[in-house]
């Protein structure tokens, strides 16, 4: 299930990651093979499922983290993530129009597309913005906190798409491809 890191088998798997794997497997019904790659590191799959834990308890909705996710995940071209959090987005009740200019750091929401954007620049330039990029941002609406929360999912989403990346995990879900959207008119 992925070519470069092993994916461990929930069956035979022993320790903190079976007990962190059961964890998942009753939240959400199954273990996805990124969590089944991560759980070669229990230390690594805490962290994730810590983060998922720290970003679900701060200001944004489930579905404009998901429009981040698809953001970031875009930007570092990451399939597995992109295929993920399209479906999780839809659970969460993003369009497909959504969905699409999300990845492409857009938002019909003027507010939505100022934050969508930033966190595609602090991915790409690696934290290394500008002042008007912090401007511009601030100036959407988005206060220090909030900021900060848009750094906090960058963090949370470049982890997985780095692992992703590293491991090669196999998608098991519906695939999305980076870098494969289409033009999206808002």
Known sequence: MSTRIQTLNPEVTTGKSKELFDAVQKKVGFIPNLIKVLGNSP??????????????????????REQLALAIGEENECDYCLSAHTAIGKMNGLSDIQTEQSRQGNSEDARERAALQFAQLVTRE?????DKAIETVKNAGYNDEELLEIVLNVVSNTLTNYVNHLANTEVDFPKVSSGTYKEVVS
């Open 126 to 130: 690696r934290g290394q913005v500008n």
């Open 43 to 64: 230390a690594a799959l805490q962290a994730y499922l810590s983060l998922g834990e720290i970003t679900s308890s701060g200001r944004f909705s489930n579905k404009f």
